[in-house]
């Protein structure tokens, strides 16, 4: 069964220090979304794309995180400088609109650890 | 916020017993899905119940919903120690095309063998 492949898997960075997430979703998804997830508490979403566009970065710190998905399929998040309260697990999703667009698949996620 | 709450936040239960979890949400919704995930993991979905359902099952899984109060409930039953993860509730915009979910805190549920 196809998945959504994320990694690393574990990251440990200073402050003040740039960190970079990749994304590959399933094959076909053309919806993609960023989601922080903070000990103890549900997913929120950073970021979602369509094809390669932004749709929705309402909630995306602009000024340290950025986003990009050049080609429509994979995607990075991009955190420069880090800063403590960054600590999180970052988890990437996709969805299918041709299909049930609702469901989002998600992958194993990102933990980071800023010190 | 549209954000929904889970109910309890911890639930702790011996293998076949029964576990039910609640979910209350703000605003008016297309549909309310339940999320499961294991420590450390991405999540699963499990089920998908649309504003106009009131009731759907799958396998050990039944789903409520009323939304004249705006409110899931999520049962597991016959429970299993492999059912140990938290599980999540998440709730979309009505009206909105763009899929967003908004997900609650979850319920952390612990099987005892």
């Known amino acids: 069964e196809a998945e959504v492949a994320q990694s690393p898997r574990y990251k440990i960075t200073e402050k003040s220090q740039a960190v970079a997430f990749w994304c590959d979703p399933i094959s076909g998804h053309a919806t993609l979304y960023w989601y922080r997830q903070i000990l103890g508490q549900g997913p929120e979403l950073l970021v979602q794309?369509?094809?390669?566009?932004?749709?929705?970065d309402s909630q995306l710190p602009k000024d340290r995180f950025s986003a990009e998905r050049l080609k429509g399929v994979d995607s990075t998040l991009k955190i420069q400088p880090a800063e403590l309260g960054d600590s999180a697990m970052y988890l990437c999703?996709?969805?299918?609109?041709?299909?049930?667009?609702?469901?989002?698949?998600f992958g194993p996620g990102t933990r980071l650890l800023v010190l | 916020s549209q954000q929904g709450e889970e109910d309890p936040q911890a639930l702790s239960i011996q293998e076949g017993e029964n576990a039910t979890m609640n979910c209350s949400y703000k605003t008016s919704i297309n549909n309310l899905q339940w999320y499961r995930q294991n420590s450390g993991r991405g999540l699963v979905h499990l089920i998908l119940i649309r504003s106009n359902e009131r009731e759907k099952h799958s396998g050990r899984l039944r789903v409520t919903l009323d939304t004249s109060k705006k409110s899931s409930s999520l049962l597991i039953t016959a429970s299993r120690a492999a059912d140990t993860a938290s599980y999540f509730c998440a709730t979309d915009s009505e009206g909105s095309t763009l899929g967003r979910l908004y997900f609650g805190r979850g319920t952390q549920l612990t099987v005892w063998p």
């Open positions: 999703a996709s969805s299918d609109p041709t299909g049930s667009q609702e469901t989002q698949y």
């Open positions: 794309f369509q094809d390669e566009s932004v749709v929705d």
